[in-house]
């Protein structure tokens, strides 16, 4: 596991380097979550804390397939976000309501204050444009990005779809953003556009071993089935 671990980071630098505030997971098993244990062992104590440290520090083969799945098949997988002001309004359950009920698998997800770098890095492709340095300091504003991997049938062409065009004035009223934004600059939510852009994003948010789950619904065949 350890080695499997080295390997995945060491493929994986501009991760690897990666300094960002997370609430959810990861990066609380280092540091903070090493002295606690090493305190708690000193004294004896064994609570369920120390477990979910114990899990965090060595984690089940939980992404075993290709970070963004295999394009075109049951199993690919999108990188969608709620952006600050989604999470500074209120709508991170409508939206996740949204994927779940259209019959999506959550596979990874967590809370994230963007550090600069990380905001930059997503959106490298937009560093020549105007609006660039507004974006990466929105994003990384310190309000929280939900960031999540969901998989399922065409889910990066169908997730698209129901975030609704960048521009508001263009998104279809049922979309996302036909719903709930007016704005470009604060349009609520990011899907990647491409299966390239699916494995850029997920390997550089959710690129650290054992942070998305592979597991299967139980009503799978009811929402999957071509017959
Ligand atoms: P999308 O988020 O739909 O993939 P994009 O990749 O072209 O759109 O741009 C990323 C984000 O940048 C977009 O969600 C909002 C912001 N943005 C795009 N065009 C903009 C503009 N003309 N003015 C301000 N912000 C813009
Ligand atoms: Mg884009």
Redesign the pocket.
């Known amino acids: 596991m350890l080695a499997r671990s080295a390997l995945r980071l060491a493929a994986r630098p501009a991760v690897a380097s990666i300094k960002a505030r997370t609430f959810a997971t990861a990066s609380r098993a280092t540091a903070a979550g090493s002295r606690r244990v090493a305190m708690m062992a000193t004294a004896g104590v064994a609570s369920a804390s120390v477990l979910s440290y114990a899990y965090l520090q060595n984690p089940v083969s939980a992404d075993a397939k290709p970070l963004a799945g295999v394009k075109g098949s049951n199993s690919e997988r999108t990188f969608i976000a709620i952006k600050p002001d989604g999470t500074q309004r209120g709508l991170v359950g409508k939206v996740i309501t949204r994927f779940e009920e259209r019959g999506y698998k959550l596979v990874g997800l967590k809370a994230i204050a963007p550090s600069k770098e990380l905001a930059e890095l997503h959106?490298d492709?937009?560093k020549a444009?105007p609006?660039f340095a507004?974006?990466v300091k929105y994003i990384s504003s310190g309000t929280p990005v939900i960031a999540m991997v969901w998989e399922g049938k065409d889910v990066i062409r169908q997730g698209r779809a129901m975030?609704g065009?960048?521009?508001p004035l263009e998104s279809a009223p049922g979309s996302i953003r036909g719903q709930y934004c007016i704005s470009?600059?604060r349009?609520i939510i990011?899907?990647s556009?491409c299966f390239e852009a699916a494995e850029k994003e997920i390997n550089l948010w959710f690129g650290k071993a054992g942070e998305l789950i592979d597991w299967t619904p139980a009503n799978v065949e009811w929402i999957q089935s071509d017959n």
Do not use: E, K, P, Q
């Open positions: 959106y492709d937009l444009r609006f507004g974006l975030i065009a960048t521009n470009v600059g349009n990011h899907g556009d």
